[in-house]
């Protein structure tokens, strides 16, 4: 009893207290004040004590608030706010598989949305209001999103489409009679009708942002109201979405991103609003505008790209220039950790940025929006959309004073951003939010009389004349309330409110989310990241190390800074072989193939180097130094006039080998690099810890994205190109292999990725994603090994060989190509890719046979300095060798070389690698005659295997081992005792038996 009495104290003083904070604002000469303001808004005052568990949901389904779990599926739940009844999905995993939990968890809700909301949408497209216009109106808008929006969502969203897929999927078998094509027209509407000019007009939302001095505690604060025609069935479809997206290997144009939270719709894979873990937040409105296209990527999905990869406004921004849009839309797009908002205006055509409102009195460090544009280059089309007579050049302020007079949100936001100046809260931010005044009846309107009076123009309101004459001739458009969700962020501590259900929302009750439990992570506070570059080696080999970390675009710009001079100069080396104005024309191509992410990190470092002064330094150039191999190779094919044909040379020597091969049975693996030594001084080792992914080293020229390296998980990769005929467009090399550093962690992983870029077409192009012929190595700290000899349209690939190519001794393979690159010279391994390279008869590369004379010479005995050497003799030497790099995967170690391997010293470079679980299961363990029960794991790492239950640690040096993907056979020793582990497949227990002086281990271990 004393806990309640306690508990209802506190209650009543926070009530206070608010009222308190709310009434103390200091209040500007205009009457913007209306009572209930804040009558239901549900604080987070008190979370519940422990966490909720369901059977089958792991701790990350759990969160602060009043959630409760309802329904669970795989790696998902759905959970329902106890106080409002508002929705919260958490799903995890691929992008397909995050679809199919969308649809399996909320098969109904989906259903009835599409029953509900899809329904009328045709009809109005159809023109009436029977199943005879629905089935006409369903067919236009079908044929519409297969023609000109499904290529788009394929080439830049592929996640996106496999989501739907998903969730498609998960519909069928729940026995729900929605389609794959109802839910990508559920997606797509917006952009259909806005093209058709079939929407409502009740699409008119508003966004607001405040930060530094105008909140009470300095964090930014974004707020906003979603208006849209709810068909009576909007406003219950709205749901809160955390999403944690996995790598997937088999969409060759994906990268998974930021875990995000989205304000949206059951059933909509995009979105208009929400918020990512790097503290950007985005909220979205209509802007009806004569610049319209159906050709584009949909704007749900558009909108969601920036929330799931941005991590910064530029990022964003980046993004909304370079990705095909389809209709006007204004946005407020926040970063909490400058912090900072500014408000984007896009058409199809162009795109504007604005930090403040231009010609009214809008307080300092904040900005709102509404429906209409008020940068100068936008103005021009709207006003065409409106019928309105607009003279280029005649003053923004003159379009706005107009603006202001038929859209009171303008007015109103000022007034109440000036109201809580320095002293907005949440509570504050939700009062603006749900405001009732009526500036020209001077009044608090009803609920039912109006609704939420900050709506908008109505884009069906056409007028005629000179603009002067509008100016009390148009009346004031106060529409019947439309708001069918509203929100709060505090992206900074990862906090969310939200409204709807009731309509207009505002006048409901706000949910709140602490999305930081959610996710169970810490909020990433403000903080000032340093810059800096180390150097390893000495004389002729030195090497420039730079660390970089965070998100894409930051690591790009962090890269631009540290190697501008270098980048500038290898442009220069690329530029020398490849016309500049054809190189840029070529990598227009090429970019379709880069994942977003990448782009990113490209955009990124030419901003670095514009920072450094290197203003002629564009995401073009960057572009090209990552794909300027394989626009090569696609010139030669295509008869294309290369300048300096015979200087270039590209004549790299790889080799593998591991096992029986090596003196300790640790994996080696690595490649000289040979190609224009004007090349040399732009070497970089890059070590870079992304946000999201692996912590990945590779070693390449400075501005690339990737080539040879190797991740936190002890996989390395080395990338050989291997002129042939075969050439097309497709995905940079560069960028393939930094994808596979970034998120494979094993072999196999690499191998589907490649077998994905083979079979995948991208629609805009018509080509899949392999781009020219090239082999690519990789091992891993199991020391699994595998080559793969590609060209666009085959592929062989050799796992764990028991022999090496051409029957060299078991452990070891080698890969080289020959000198003269664009020459029309290189060489496969495999007897069968053999026909796909140029020149395949009448010639052989003494590089790979004066590397397989010396492996030979040595088998069994190979170490790390045998290997050094190896490079150094004069068949494989070459004077236009830029550098070298061997790896050892599973002690993390790198060893790089600057220029010729015959004058230099190679220097060591380790990052810290984890060791590799590869079974795990339940089991019991002996300590001094005491037996102890609990979950098992296995553990390798190099040649140590590691046993680890119930707390318990033992470890064995491995002697010898049989290859395979499920490790058939290990035979370990620990003080003379043996250890066997047999683990038959990944579906089936294995017995692990380890009998030592005073452990015993019986248990069943699984892969």
């Known amino acids: 009893m004393l806990a309640k009495i306690k508990l209802l104290a506190l209650l009543i003083a926070a009530v206070f207290l608010g009222a308190f904070v709310i009434g103390a604002s200091p209040v500007i000469a205009s009457p913007w004040s209306c009572s209930n303001a804040s009558t239901y808004l549900m604080l987070p005052l008190i979370s519940p004590s422990g966490t909720l568990k369901n059977s089958g949901v792991d701790d990350k389904c759990v969160g602060g608030g009043n959630w409760k779990i309802i329904r669970t599926y795989d790696k998902a739940c759905l959970k329902q706010d106890m106080v409002t009844g508002e929705l919260l999905l958490h799903v995890r995993g691929t992008p397909y598989e995050m679809g199919y939990q969308h649809g399996m968890l909320l098969s109904k809700e989906i259903t009835n949305l599409c029953s509900g909301f899809l329904t009328p949408v045709c009809m109005e497209v159809g023109g009436g209001y029977d199943m005879e216009h629905f089935q006409i109106g369903y067919g236009i808008m079908r044929d519409i999103a297969y023609t000109a929006l499904v290529p788009f969502i394929q080439a830049y969203t592929p996640q996106y489409w496999a989501e739907m897929k998903g969730m498609a999927d998960a519909l069928k078998v729940a026995s729900t009679p929605v389609t794959f094509d109802d839910l990508l027209l559920l997606n797509t509407f917006l952009d259909i009708t806005y093209y058709l000019e079939s929407i409502s007009s009740d699409h008119s939302c508003s966004y607001f942002a405040a930060w530094s001095n105008a909140t009470c505690d300095g964090k930014l604060i974004q707020g906003g109201n979603t208006d849209f025609e709810s068909y009576n069935i909007a406003p219950n479809a709205t749901i809160f979405i955390v999403q944690e997206p996995e790598p997937d290997p088999t969409i060759p144009g994906y990268t998974p991103g930021y875990p995000f939270l989205s304000v949206g719709w059951i059933g909509v894979v995009g979105t208009l609003s929400g918020m990512n873990i790097e503290g950007i937040s985005v909220g979205d409105t209509t802007s009806w505008t004569s610049e319209m296209s159906i050709a584009g990527v949909p704007y749900f999905f ?152 900050i709506n908008a123009l109505s884009p069906r309101e056409q007028v005629t004349g000179p603009i002067e004459q509008y100016y009390g001739i148009v009346r004031p458009i106060i529409k019947q309330s439309c708001t069918v969700y509203s929100w709060v962020f505090v992206p900074e501590d990862l906090q969310a409110w939200m409204a709807s259900g009731e309509y207009p929302a505002p006048k409901g009750k706000y949910a709140y989310l602490d999305f930081a439990a959610e996710l169970g992570v810490k909020p990433s506070h403000p903080c000032t990241k340093q810059y800096y570059a180390e150097f390893i080696g000495e004389g002729p080999s030195q090497v420039k190390v730079v660390h970089i970390f965070g998100g894409p675009y930051t690591r790009g710009l962090q890269q631009g800074i540290l190697c501008a001079d270098e980048i500038y100069n290898l442009a220069q080396v690329a530029y020398f072989v490849i016309p500049q104005d054809i190189a840029h024309q070529l990598a227009a191509v090429w970019g379709y193939f880069v994942p977003l992410e990448f782009k990113l990190e490209m955009a990124g470092i030419a901003a670095g180097c514009q920072a450094r002064g290197y203003s002629n330094i564009t995401y073009e150039d960057i572009l090209v130094l990552n794909s300027f191999v394989d626009m090569g190779y696609w010139l030669q094919v295509h008869g294309a006039e290369l300048a300096s044909l015979e200087q270039q040379k590209l004549g790299c020597t790889g080799l593998l080998a591991t096992g029986p091969a090596t003196k300790n049975g640790n994996t080696i693996t690595g490649t000289t690099i040979d190609f224009m030594k004007e090349a040399t001084p732009g070497m970089t080792l890059v070590d870079v810890t992304p946000t999201i992914g692996y912590h990945v080293a590779y070693y390449s020229g400075a501005g690339c994205l990737g080539l040879n390296g190797m991740n936190e998980k002890g996989l390395a990769q080395v990338e050989q190109s291997i002129g042939g005929p075969n050439q097309q467009f497709g995905m940079p090399a560069m960028i393939q292999s930094r994808m596979i550093l970034q998120y494979m962690d094993d072999i196999y992983d690499a191998k589907a990725f490649a077998e994905a870029c083979l079979s995948t077409i991208n629609p805009l192009v018509g080509t899949n994603y392999e781009s020219h012929v090239q082999c690519i190595e990789v091992s891993d700290s199991l020391g699994n090994i595998m080559v793969m000899e590609l060209d666009p349209a085959h592929m062989c690939t050799v796992i764990n060989p028991t022999n090496g190519f051409d029957n060299q001794p078991p452990g070891w393979t080698y890969i080289g190509q020959g000198p003269g690159w664009l020459s029309r010279q290189g060489i496969f391994c495999c007897p069968e890719m053999k026909q796909y390279q140029f020149n395949p008869s009448g010639w052989s590369d003494s590089k790979m046979y004066c590397m397989s004379e010396q492996v030979n010479a040595s088998w069994g005995k190979i170490d790390i300095g045998k290997v050094l050497q190896f490079t150094r003799n004069d068949t494989i030497y070459d004077e236009d060798q830029v550098g070298s790099i061997f790896m050892i995967p599973s002690e993390g170690a790198i060893f790089v070389l600057r220029g010729p391997a015959k004058y230099g010293e190679y220097a060591l470079y380790q990052i810290p690698v984890a060791e590799a679980k590869i079974a795990e299961g339940f089991g019991w363990i002996r300590i001094n005659n005491e037996w102890h029960a609990g979950d098992a794991e296995l553990y390798r790492m190099g040649n140590t295997f590691t046993l680890v239950i119930c707390g318990y640690c033992t470890s064995w040096e491995i002697e010898s081992v049989t290859h395979s993907k499920y490790m058939d056979i290990f035979k370990c020793s620990h003080n003379g005792d043996a250890l066997l582990i047999k683990v038959i497949s990944a579906l089936e227990p294995a017995k692990v038996i380890a009998q030592g002086k005073n452990i015993l281990f019986v248990g069943n271990m699984c892969t």
């Open 302 to 453: 558009l909108v969601r790209s920036v929330i799931q990869y941005a991590d910064n406004i530029d990022a964003a921004l980046w993004i909304f220039e370079n990705t095909p849009k389809t209709a006007g839309f204004t946005h407020v797009v926040s970063d909490a950790k400058v912090p900072e908002a500014k408000v984007i205006e896009i058409s199809a055509d162009r795109v504007a940025v604005r930090s403040i409102n231009p010609c009214q009195p809008t307080p300092p460090q904040t900005i709102h929006t509404s429906n209409h544009y008020e940068c100068e280059d936008m103005i021009p089309g709207q006003a065409a959309a409106y019928g309105i007579p607009w003279t280029p050049g005649t003053p923004v302020c003159v379009w706005l004073d107009y603006v202001r007079q038929v859209d009171r949100r303008f007015d109103g936001y000022n007034q109440l951003l000036n109201k809580y100046y320095g002293k907005l809260t949440v509570f504050n931010a939700i009062s603006i939010l749900r405001d009732r005044y009526d500036l020209f009846q001077n009044r608090c309107l009803n609920y039912s009389e109006y609704g939420n009076t």
